[in-house]
């Protein structure tokens, strides 16, 4: 079977360098293009990309010309969007209008009524927002995207607990530094440090978990009844988002029925190539989960819980440049193939 072309905008960047290696020998897509600015543009993306990932660059990428990010020069059936959300306010209607399915990771289209802000194991059916989408916007192409790298944490260990009826949701992250980017934080600011804020961090993550867990009628998202408070900052860490839930349930269930419903997770996704053998694994140690040690549990695609207590309490973490924006965009595509989207 041909593999579907895909490129990449704002390929030499944090997220970029992260899809290329969610996307190097995937059985399913194949790099075509790989777009950034002026700067890189015309040269070879082993000469331009900055490569920050402890790995080779691959060397299937390694002699293709960068290009800018103009649709006419990118040959592909779907974009993954890794560009600032600024630019990407323009340039993704631009590329979905010329027919490119866009798998955006970026803030700005997620909560436009009628684009899908999907996580597969969550809310699979959300994707048929496309038809409305396409409707609505006169469309050849789409845009889909997914959340915040906090809320997708948080959101994917929520699934499980749904059934025991949920009132609120309390949070307090602890989020990378690679979260702001590799040149967003200062040493100085954050080493030996914690910065109790991370602007538009704690709207993204009250808003955007209302928007995933909202029930689609076939024509539009009724939020989710719940409500979620958030509190974020910035911790010396240099991937890996930590994450401390108190979840307010109906039922009001014991600690080990919770984890017993965190095991039992399955969205049955397994043929999808990027879903990780346990999208939530629970770790029974009194001081896990912890960054160092769990943030690339299957292949920085599981979400690790821990420190299940009454209340409900829990830790939750996960990689947030992999589950948290490039590998959530590359399952997220993979579901739409499934589904016949692409
Ligand atoms: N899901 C989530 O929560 C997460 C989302 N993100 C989002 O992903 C996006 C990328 O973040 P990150 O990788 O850290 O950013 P970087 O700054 O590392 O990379 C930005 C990329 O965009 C390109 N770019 C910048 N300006 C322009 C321009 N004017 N024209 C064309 N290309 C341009 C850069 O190209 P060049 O190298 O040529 O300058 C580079 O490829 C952001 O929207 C960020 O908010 C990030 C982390 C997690
Ligand atoms: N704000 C996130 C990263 C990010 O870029 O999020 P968003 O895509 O929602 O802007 C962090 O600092 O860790």
């Not at 969610?22 to 000469?47: C, Q, T, V």
Request: negative net charge.
């Amino acid at each position: 079977m041909a593999k579907i072309k895909v490129g990449i905008l704002g390929a030499t960047g944090n997220v970029g360098q992260r899809f290329i290696q969610a996307l190097d020998n995937h059985p399913w897509f194949e790099i075509s293009a790989l777009a950034a600015s002026e700067r890189s543009a015309g040269k070879k993306y082993g000469e331009v990309a900055d490569w920050k990932i402890g790995t080779e660059i691959p060397e299937t990428v390694e002699d293709i010309e960068v290009v800018t990010i103009d649709p006419k020069k990118i040959d592909a059936d779907i974009v993954f969007s890794a560009l600032p959300a600024d630019l990407a306010m323009t340039v993704e209607p631009a590329f979905a209008k010329e027919g490119f399915v866009v798998a955006s990771n970026a803030s700005a289209f997620r909560m436009e009524e009628d684009i899908p802000l999907t996580i597969p194991e969550v809310n699979p059916d959300h994707l048929e927002l496309i038809d409305v989408q396409k409707k609505n916007r006169n469309w050849d192409g789409c845009i889909i995207t997914n959340p915040n790298c906090s809320t997708i944490m948080m959101a994917v260990t929520l699934k499980p607990l749904l059934q025991f009826g949920m009132e609120s949701i309390n949070v307090a992250t602890m989020q990378a530094i690679s979260g702001a980017g590799y040149n967003g934080i200062y040493a100085m600011s954050i080493y030996d440090n914690v910065v109790p804020y991370i602007g538009g961090e704690e709207e993204k993550i009250e808003t955007e978990t209302l928007k995933i867990f909202g029930e689609f009628d076939g024509g539009k998202i009724k939020n989710a009844p719940f409500k979620v408070s958030a509190s974020c900052n910035r911790v010396p860490v240099i991937d890996g988002h930590t994450e401390a839930v108190w979840a307010t349930l109906k039922d009001d269930p014991k600690p080990e029925t919770v984890r017993d419903a965190f095991l039992k997770f399955d969205p049955g996704l397994s043929h999808l190539p990027t879903e990780p053998k346990h999208p939530i694994i629970v770790r029974d140690e009194p001081d896990r989960p912890q960054p160092r040690l769990d943030r690339d549990m299957g292949n920085g695609m599981s979400v690790s819980v821990g420190r299940i207590r009454e209340g409900i309490r829990y830790v939750a973490l996960g990689h947030n440049t992999i589950r948290g924006a490039a590998g959530a965009s590359v399952l997220n595509a993979e579901l739409l193939k499934e589904k016949g989207y692409l």
